[in-house]
């Protein structure tokens, strides 16, 4: 899945630390046949409670986003958001 998001998105290879985190976090999203077409997340909420962090919808890996820019960075001419490539989810 790593190599595959790698080279379909044309994302540097640099970032493949990202790559192998954002294919952990899908892969624990998507149905297993051996946990019954369960998710492991699903599985794992039987035995514990997941903060809701961990229930973010996946998204388009190497796709542009537009981040916001807050006014304290900025004057009034500024652009308010910022176009990024998106290459993961945030841990914290």
Known sequence: MTRAMIFD???PTHFWPEVVATSAYLLNRLPSKTLNHKTPLQTLATQTDLPPVQMLPPQVFGYSVFVHIPKANKIKFDPCV?????????TH
């Open 9 to 11: 998105t044309q994302v």
């Open 82 to 90: 910022e176009k990024c490539v998106f290459v993961g989810y945030a």
